[in-house]
């Protein structure tokens, strides 16, 4: 599955999100400049950020698995996450 979000959060605070949220819990696979990989027994997730748009961040991220298997929730909650970057009073909801 793929998911995206343009946020004005910079490339490296969404860098420095995925390390936190997928760091705990699953085994990084790759690091390159604008992209993550973590790896687990739910998948593999990919996380890919390009500025876009001057003030603006492109997210993507990626899974291995179909939609709404594991890792594809926590990919979804993560994007949540991402928002609160931005706006911490933003009230995650959902079952993922």
Avoid: N
């Avoid at 004005?8 to 420095?16: F, K, T, Y």
């Avoid at 990989?37 to 003030?55: D, L, N, R």
């Avoid at 991220?61 to 594991?70: F, L, P, R």
Wanted: glycine residues 8%.
């Amino acid at each position: 599955m793929r998911y995206f979000h343009r946020t004005s959060a910079s490339p490296d605070q969404v860098l420095e999100a995925a390390k936190a949220f997928f760091g705990a819990r699953s085994t990084p696979a790759e690091e390159a400049p604008r992209r993550r990989v973590y790896s687990g027994a739910i998948g593999k997730v990919t996380i890919a950020v390009k500025a876009e748009g001057g003030h603006y961040t492109f997210v993507e991220v990626t899974t291995d698995q179909v939609g709404e298997s594991e890792i594809d929730k926590l990919a979804k909650r993560f994007l949540a996450e991402v928002h609160r970057i931005v706006e911490p009073a933003h009230e995650v909801r959902g079952a993922y």
